[in-house]
């Protein structure tokens, strides 16, 4: 786990850049008496493990335990909750301390599916904006890291396999822009039925219509394709862009995904 500052930080995501999430902050915002951590302790609470402390015993195992309760919950919010160190508390420092616990949800994740000019430029474009980057490329000599920034993650292996292992949701934005029509094919088709908050896909409107042909061929009814697409498939992506330089379509895919991600 990344390290816990002890600054007053701007917001959440200066706060802890590099800890996991969901979870809970908690920090403690007030003591009357003695108290075995002074104001501005935080600790940072998963549903599985915590970084930092707020003094131990009981007292930090409940605090625990309440956050816990928050944590992934999306209708949870801030909240105060007082505690009293007394002797039925295990603690015998007397105090009385106050925790503010802040629940965090997971962080937004971009997933650029292909590693070639557009998508490498695209990775670029969003690193450093409030979304998780991962660049998703199974061929070796583009699966590098080179000339990307730090903090977009990637990942030399098959994309459709990727997708299949993870649970996706309104969280997630997916980019397919591979060096395969039928890779591509087979990626759209998989992530349309998840609950994405953005799907695009690389390409023009012909290549929408014969894509939508293909899946009516392989068995779904032309109505239900129909409205699938509609409703979850941007393609092309770049809304009016007109240009061919990697650098300007990928400006115009990421203004599209932070837009979708309520990140912009």
Not at 44 to 72: I, K, S
Not at 168 to 184: E, G, K, N, Q, Y
Not at 192 to 206: D, E, K, N, T, V
Request: aromatic share 6%; with cysteine.
């Amino acid at each position: 786990m990344a390290q816990l500052k002890a600054q007053t930080p701007k917001t959440i995501v200066d706060f802890a850049p590099g800890l996991p999430r969901p979870a809970v902050l908690c920090t403690l915002v007030s003591v009357v008496g003695s108290a075995p951590q002074e104001p501005g302790a935080r600790m940072w609470v998963t549903a599985e493990r915590f970084e930092g402390t707020l003094g131990g015993g009981r007292f930090e195992a409940e605090v625990l335990a309440h956050a816990r309760t928050l944590v992934g919950r999306r209708d949870a919010t801030a909240q105060l909750k007082a505690y009293v160190l007394c002797k039925e508390m295990g603690q015998c420092c007397g105090g009385r301390v106050q925790v503010f616990f802040e629940p965090v949800l997971r962080r937004k994740v971009a997933h650029v599916f292909g590693g070639g000019h557009v998508g490498r430029a695209l990775a670029s474009v969003l690193a450093g904006s409030p979304v998780e980057v991962v660049l998703i490329e199974p061929r070796e000599e583009w699966s590098g890291s080179d000339g990307l920034p730090e903090g977009v993650s990637v990942r030399r292996e098959d994309p459709a396999a990727y997708v299949a292992a993870r649970v996706w949701d309104a969280d997630d934005a997916a980019c397919i822009l591979t060096h395969s029509h039928d890779l591509d094919f087979r990626l759209v088709s998989e992530l349309m039925r998840r609950p994405l908050g953005y799907l695009g896909l690389i390409g023009s409107a012909h290549k929408a219509r014969v894509f939508q042909a293909r899946l009516v061929s392989a068995g779904t009814a032309l109505d239900d394709v129909e409205r699938r697409w509609e409703e979850r498939v941007r393609c092309p992506m770049g809304a009016g862009l007109r240009s061919k330089n990697p650098k300007a379509i990928a400006i115009a895919i990421a203004s599209e995904v932070l837009t979708a991600c309520g990140a912009a």
